[in-house]
């Protein structure tokens, strides 16, 4: 399980150190990864330049490019009563630091009481056959940081990995990616201006993991019983000797 999760980690980081640079690549300055379990508990994966952390959670980090991050700083702004920190690592891209952490969250809906996530309210509960996820995303710091070198086009990303069947989303159907991975995203202008947004997503109460788990179980049992079925017919079918025959083989 840790060497999966980080994979994971090792994975989001590369992604948002390759995503920059424009052209095929999106140029993301800050991402936010909630993959979310069915009993509510769910692992965030923040990546994000200085500049941008600063900008709009209102961290006061320096971000000029040539002074070192301090580790501890991250870990303290991350670890929280309802949160806590597994993994920070660093990268940097287009003369910008990026931070990227892995934080565990006992329950998904407490997750705004932690201060990087404050700007949003998490909304997760059954209804029915289903089960609703809802964050609605509100104010960002929008602290001014100078000139660090953006050029207008960069993006924030906010992806929702989902243990489920999808039964209901309300982004854009392009993105809804591979793996039940859904994606919402805004221009860093209206993120820092706070232009409302709002995740849904519904999801079955079973997961994709049990039902694998369950079809390969079933299918085990299936390939048995045909084996045993065989096996009957191969020994049924086998000629039986006539008594004389009998008498002449046991001499």
Same mark, same amino acid.
């Given at each position: 399980?840790?060497?999966?999760?980080?994979?994971?980690?090792?994975?989001?980081?590369?992604?948002?150190?390759?995503?920059?640079?424009?052209? #095929? #690549?999106?140029?993301?300055?800050?991402?936010?990864?909630?993959?979310?379990?069915?009993?509510?508990?769910?692992?965030?994966?923040?990546?994000?330049?200085?500049?941008?952390?600063?900008?709009?959670?209102?961290?006061?980090?320096?971000?000029?490019?040539?002074?070192?991050?301090?580790?501890?700083?991250?870990?303290?702004?991350?670890?929280?009563?309802?949160?806590?920190?597994?993994?920070?690592?660093?990268?940097?891209?287009?003369?910008?630091? #990026?931070?990227?952490?892995?934080?565990?969250?006992?329950?998904?809906?407490?997750?705004?009481?932690?201060?990087?996530?404050?700007?949003?309210?998490?909304?997760?509960?059954?209804?029915?056959?289903?089960?609703?996820?809802?964050?609605?995303?509100?104010?960002?710091?929008?602290?001014?940081?100078?000139?660090?070198?953006?050029?207008?086009?960069?993006?924030?990303?906010?992806?929702?990995?989902?243990?489920?069947?999808?039964?209901?989303?309300?982004?854009?159907?392009?993105?809804?990616?591979?793996?039940?991975?859904?994606?919402?995203?805004?221009?860093?202008?209206?993120?820092?201006?706070?232009?409302?947004?709002?995740?849904?997503?519904?999801?079955?109460?079973?997961?994709?993991?049990?039902?694998?788990?369950?079809? #390969?179980?079933?299918?085990?049992?299936?390939?048995?019983?045909?084996?045993?079925?065989?096996?009957?017919?191969?020994?049924?079918?086998?000629?039986?000797?006539?008594?004389?025959?009998?008498?002449?083989?046991?001499?």
């Amino acid at each position: 399980m840790r060497t999966g999760r980080v994979a994971a980690l090792a994975l989001v980081a590369a992604t948002a150190v390759a995503c920059g640079g424009g052209g #095929f #690549f999106r140029q993301y300055e800050y991402e936010e990864d909630i993959y979310l379990s069915l009993d509510g508990t769910a692992t965030v994966y923040v990546n994000s330049s200085i500049p941008a952390l600063d900008a709009l959670r209102g961290a006061s980090f320096d971000v000029r490019s040539n002074v070192p991050i301090d580790r501890q700083q991250i870990r303290s702004l991350y670890n929280t009563a309802v949160t806590h920190v597994r993994q920070v690592s660093f990268s940097r891209r287009s003369n910008r630091r #990026f931070v990227h952490v892995r934080v565990d969250v006992d329950d998904v809906r407490r997750l705004g009481e932690a201060t990087p996530f404050a700007w949003s309210t998490y909304r997760y509960e059954r209804d029915g056959d289903l089960y609703v996820y809802r964050q609605s995303i509100a104010q960002a710091a929008n602290k001014s940081v100078g000139k660090v070198g953006w050029t207008g086009g960069e993006i924030v990303a906010f992806r929702l990995h989902v243990p489920s069947k999808i039964a209901y989303h309300n982004t854009l159907p392009s993105n809804w990616r591979r793996g039940n991975i859904l994606m919402w995203e805004q221009s860093l202008d209206d993120r820092l201006h706070g232009v409302p947004l709002v995740l849904d997503a519904r999801m079955e109460t079973q997961s994709i993991l049990y039902r694998t788990l369950w079809l #390969f179980g079933t299918t085990l049992v299936a390939v048995a019983v045909t084996f045993a079925l065989v096996i009957w017919w191969v020994v049924g079918r086998r000629p039986r000797l006539a008594p004389s025959e009998k008498s002449r083989s046991a001499l």
